[in-house]
């Protein structure tokens, strides 16, 4: 019972400020990830994907950027943050822009070899 007792006191006794920073990246982090699942589930599905894509683009930004300034992550200056934040995105975007091309091409392919009649 004394070695709960003294966790306890110590749990009520911390600043929890900190916490809160972490959570908010990590939710970020999931918004991100969800708008690209679900980019990528549309576009695969031949639907209107870019509800999706834009926004987790922007997301990727965001988030990718966050992580390089915040002082939980890598307490970057602000300026190199920014120039970071916008490699990663456009590495993304290349690999979505890839994922795009490839889509057309596969569904082009699949269409030209569907017989008529």
Known sequence: MVPVAGATLYLTSIDYSFLWRYVGGTNQVVAAVMLWT???YLMKNNKFHWICSIPALFMTAVVSTYFFYAPEGFN??????????????????????????????????????????
């Not at 934040?85 to 070899?113: D, I």
């Open 76 to 117: 970057l200056d602000y300026g190199i943050s920014l120039v970071l934040g916008m490699v990663v995105w456009l590495a993304v975007l290349a690999l979505f822009v890839r994922q795009l091309v490839k889509h057309k091409t596969a569904g082009n392919y699949e269409e030209s070899n569907v017989k008529v009649g």
């Open 38 to 40: 679900g980019a990528m």
